[in-house]
C-alpha cells in the first residue's frame, strides 16, 4: 500500500518568513495530493491540493509543487503570519474523493509574532 | 463551499454504554464518507469507508461489530461505537466526498471531530 512519510515533525518561523514542508510518497499510482491545516480540536481542512498533470499550483500565499518522477510534493507558505500556527497533513490517494487518503504524520507549524 | 457537520462535538459517558455520532454533508450529496481516528499528536488513521446504500468497507484490524457504521442517505452517516471502554477514547472524525466514479474529481471535505471521552 501508499506510504507517506513527511518532514518534518515540527517547524518554527519568524513571522513573515517562508515555512517549505516535504513529503514523498512511495506508489508511483497515487496521482493526487491535497495538504490540510488543523487547527487544535478541530478537524482537518482542505487548504490546497494538486493532481498529477500538474507540476505546481498556488493560491495567494499558498504553493504546493510535485515531482512525480522522485515522488515528493511540498507545501510552501509565504509571508506566515501567526495565525497560519497549526499542525498540517500532506495526503496521497489515487483519486480525489472515493479513494481513500493515505497522510503523513504532521508537521506542527510555529509562526512566530 | 462543501461543507460538513459532525454532532457532536464531545461527548463523555460511562464504560458499557453506546455512542452515536452524525456526519451530515449540508450543501452537497455524498456518495462516499470516511471515518477516522485521531490519537493526540498523531495523524489520522483511517477506520472505514462508508458508501450510501451498501455496507461499509472496514480497515484491517478495525472490529466492524464494535464500530457499527449507517450510510443510509447521501448526506448523512453515522458511526456507532458499541459498548465503549476507555481504550475506545479518541478524537472521531468524518470525511466526505461528492464524487464516486465520475471524471470530475472531488476532494474530501472533513467534519470537525467528535471527542469521545469514555469514563
Known amino acids: 500500500g501508499e506510504n507517506v512519510e513527511q518532514h518534518p515533525s515540527t517547524l518554527s518561523v519568524q513571522e513573515g518568513d517562508s515555512a517549505v514542508i516535504k513529503c514523498t510518497y512511495s506508489d508511483s499510482a497515487s496521482n493526487y495530493f491535497p495538504w490540510y491545516k488543523q487547527e487544535l480540536g478541530k478537524g482537518p481542512q482542505l487548504i490546497i491540493d494538486i493532481r498529477s498533470n500538474v507540476g505546481e499550483k498556488k493560491d495567494q500565499r499558498i504553493a504546493v509543487t510535485l515531482n512525480k518522477t522522485a515522488k515528493h510534493f511540498s507545501l510552501h507558505i509565504t509571508e506566515t503570519q501567526p495565525e497560519d500556527s497549526a499542525v498540517y497533513f500532506c495526503a496521497a490517494s489515487k483519486k480525489a474523493g472515493s479513494y481513500q487518503l493515505t497522510f503523513g504524520k504532521g508537521t506542527k507549524l510555529s509562526v512566530i509574532p | 463551499g462543501a461543507v460538513v457537520s459532525q454532532h457532536p462535538s464531545r461527548v463523555i459517558c460511562k464504560s458499557g454504554t453506546s455512542v452515536k455520532i452524525e456526519c451530515r454533508s449540508l450543501?452537497?450529496?455524498?456518495?462516499?464518507m470516511f471515518w477516522y481516528r485521531q490519537f493526540p499528536k498523531k495523524s489520522l488513521m483511517l477506520m472505514a469507508t462508508?458508501?450510501?446504500?451498501?455496507?461499509?468497507?472496514?480497515e484491517q484490524g478495525v472490529e466492524k461489530d464494535k464500530f457499527l457504521i449507517n450510510h443510509a442517505s447521501l448526506t448523512l452517516s453515522t458511526l456507532t461505537v458499541t459498548s465503549a471502554h476507555p481504550e475506545d477514547s479518541s478524537f472521531y472524525i468524518c470525511?466526505?466526498?461528492?464524487?464516486?466514479?465520475?471524471?470530475?474529481?472531488?476532494?474530501?471535505?472533513f467534519g470537525d471531530g467528535t471527542r469521545l471521552s469514555i469514563l
Open positions: 450543501d452537497f450529496q455524498a456518495t462516499t
Open positions: 462508508s458508501n450510501e446504500g451498501s455496507k461499509a468497507t472496514y
Open positions: 470525511s466526505a466526498s461528492r464524487d464516486y466514479s465520475g471524471v470530475n474529481n472531488q476532494p474530501q471535505h
